[in-house]
């Protein structure tokens, strides 16, 4: 059974503390993306990696940190240095950077009191 | 600058009707779209895509449209059904500064628009 999976499915942390969502794809897909998305309001992308030790900031990528070590796995760590860190969080990935559809994963919603 | 839109567009019809969802894209340069159906708490589904060398294209039930003229894009569902009910968010890619204007993949996600279908 081939996708995208994410987890925690919903995560609480305390101010101050780093975390780390888990995205894993065993669709052989090249590129994986992060997003964040805020209540009413549409994806903005936060890193993006086309290749294997390889990424790149997104539109919105301070206080956040990736890393790409394997093909299927790209984890996205938010730090304390961001300020607004409560948000759902959606990983996604395509064959290759390329216009091409982007699958998504079911996401993670991560609230920081 | 953040979007700071709240409120999205809603769009309301009867189990049954056809429902057409606009979107207005940003960069006339943008060579591929794409639409996503969204169920609350759940990540974005592939609904339909196309390239800009084309002006329509059909799935099964839905229809996209593309006016590069305009920059517009609408989404077209035939016989809507409750099960259609989400929100539904267009998206456009630009091509990259590689040789032969390759996009790097880098969508930007319209607001969405809530489609609710009534029994």
């Known amino acids: 059974d081939g996708g995208i999976t994410q987890s925690p499915k919903y995560l609480f942390r305390k101010e101050g503390q780093n975390v780390t969502l888990s995205c894993e794809q065993n669709?052989?897909?090249?590129?994986m993306y992060w997003y964040r998305q805020d209540p009413g309001q549409g994806l903005r992308l936060i890193y993006y990696s086309q290749i294997v030790n390889d990424f790149q900031k997104g539109d919105i990528a301070e206080g956040y940190s990736v890393s790409r070590e394997k093909k299927e796995s790209f984890p996205l760590t938010v730090t304390s240095a961001q300020k607004n860190p409560t948000a759902f969080y959606l990983c996604?990935?395509?064959?290759?950077?390329?216009?091409?559809?982007?699958?998504f994963g079911p996401g993670t919603r991560l609230t920081v009191t | 600058g953040e979007s700071v839109g709240l409120h999205l567009p809603t769009l309301s019809v009867q189990e049954g009707d056809n429902s057409i969802i606009n979107c207005a894209y940003s960069?006339?340069?943008?060579?591929?779209f794409i639409w996503y159906k969204q169920e609350s708490g759940k990540g974005p589904q592939f609904i339909i895509d196309i390239r800009s060398n084309m002006d329509k294209r059909q799935g099964q039930r839905v229809t996209v449209l593309l006016n590069k003229t305009v920059k517009h894009l609408s989404l077209q569902i035939a016989a809507t059904q409750p099960g259609d009910s989400a929100v539904y968010f267009c998206?456009?890619?630009?091509?990259?500064?590689?040789?032969?204007?390759?996009?790097?993949?880098?969508?930007?996600f319209g607001q969405g628009t809530i489609l609710t279908v009534h029994p």
């Open positions: 669709l052989n897909h090249d590129a």
């Open positions: 998206a456009e890619t630009v091509p990259g500064p590689n040789a032969g204007g390759t996009s790097y993949g880098k969508l930007t």
């Open positions: 996604a990935s395509s064959i290759t950077g390329g216009a091409y559809e982007q699958y």
């Open positions: 960069n006339s340069a943008s060579d591929y």
